[in-house]
């Protein structure tokens, strides 16, 4: 895995915002000498704002840095899991061990270069802005927090003053800070694939994932396609058309009519009431132009998880789901409460030429498992894709499984 030499972008803020002072503070100590009809006090306050805006900025820089030596972690310990070839130990013990020292098992890792949390602080030391200045951190730790996040909790504490101690300002606080996990590599894909088949974590990006819109009176048929409400759609071949009165009309790969009239189509759903508007409403929510219809429910169907079986999407689940990124890097693949699943892509699989499982499920933390989780198809949706009854009620699948 290679990577780009280290921003550190985000350790800068408290640093600008220091030096900014400077200038400042030399022309205001010259302009009070100077002008001794200026009020007392004057000075001193100035001095106070300025030492508020600097311990601002350092709390915001804190966060900022504690996000990108977190992230970077993340990226560290995925590599070193697929590089090596075998888990962490204790995914909490070497992030925190990554972020505070830069290293794994007590060796330097590069990917950390310049962006652990002692780098932050001696950067600060660094810079002398004509504050005295003292900071420090204690008991930090990395967890968990909902699957998409990690929650890095640390006691933060600095002391700042003017060099003649005029004001000071004085900081003991603990600090919640969430690590996003978004396009981080899912480490266990490259684990399971002998490094062949990547994978990051891109969320979920629609309200559901399977959504039964109207129910019709009679149908004939099942089929796919976007959605249109134009009867005279010029390219209508792979269109779904939803319409009030579909009676007689063809050229579409499926019709939705909202009258019992019948069209010229092989499939079609009629019978389905308010059709048109609770299709245009759910669609323009969700985003997603694809419409199934299925005949064994006379349905319509609305199918955005088949752009996660595509995309490789990643959803989460409040009371269950699958295994969190901390657990990933065990290479535990039980259940969370917070955590979060993705579906495998067999063809994905086939053209790496990576034997596939037959009628394994396809929820990705089961699939990997050496246990057998046997599936059957879903209607609607590839016909390599696997689930169960447990898994299919909570996508919404049951109605559609073969």
């Known amino acids: 895995m290679k990577y780009r030499k280290p921003a550190r972008k985000g350790q800068v803020y408290s640093l600008i915002a220091l030096l900014m002072t400077i200038p400042i503070l030399f022309f205001m100590t010259y302009y009070i000498s100077s002008i001794q009809t200026m009020k007392f006090g004057t000075s001193e306050r100035i001095i106070a704002d300025q030492l508020k805006e600097t311990e601002r900025s350092i709390e915001t820089d804190f966060v900022r840095a504690t996000e990108i030596s977190g992230i970077r972690a993340c990226l560290g310990a995925t590599d070193y899991m697929i590089r090596e070839g075998q888990p962490l130990d204790s995914a909490e013990l070497r992030l925190e061990e990554l972020i ?54 640390v006691r933060l504490y600095f002391n ?88 007689g009309i ?50 319509l169907w609305s199918l955005p998880i088949n752009d996660a079986l595509d995309k490789g999407y990643y959803s989460r689940f409040e009371n269950s789901s699958g295994p969190n990124l901390l657990q990933r890097l065990e290479d535990n693949l039980s259940e969370s409460t917070n955590g979060m699943e993705t579906f495998v892509n067999i063809p994905d699989f086939q053209n790496w030429g990576i034997p596939v499982k037959t009628n394994q499920i396809s929820l990705a933390y089961l699939y990997f498992r050496t246990t057998t989780h046997t599936g059957v198809p879903v209607r609607g949706l590839p016909s390599w894709f696997r689930i169960n009854s447990t898994y299919a009620a909570r996508y919404n699948l049951t109605d559609l499984m073969s």
């Open 250 to 299: 063809s050229g579409f790969a499926g019709i939705v009519g909202e009258y019992s009239d019948l069209p010229g189509t092989s499939c079609y759903v009629v019978g389905t009431g308010n059709a048109v508007n609770l299709t245009q409403t759910l669609l323009n929510q969700s985003g997603y132009p694809e419409l199934y219809l299925d005949q064994n429910t006379n349905g």
């Open 160 to 247: 700042i003053s003017d060099k003649l101690e005029t004001a000071k300002i004085s900081k003991n606080v603990e600090k919640n800070i969430l690590i996003p996990l978004e396009n981080i590599e899912d480490p266990i894909f490259p684990y399971k694939t002998n490094g062949v088949v990547p994978r990051s974590i891109v969320f979920y990006p629609y309200p559901y994932h399977a959504i039964k819109i109207v129910t019709g009176s009679d149908s004939s048929g099942s089929c796919s396609g976007n959605v249109t409400y134009n009867p005279s759609d010029p390219s209508p071949g792979e269109k779904i058309l939803v319409t009030q009165n579909a009676s």
């Open 100 to 153: 505070v020292n830069g290293t794994l098992f007590g060796n330097q890792t590069y990917v950390m270069q310049n962006n652990t949390m002692d780098d932050w602080r001696n950067d600060i030391y660094s810079i002398t802005p004509g504050f005295n200045i003292f900071l420090d951190y204690s008991n930090f730790s990395i967890q968990n927090y909902n699957g998409f996040y990690l929650l890095a909790r």
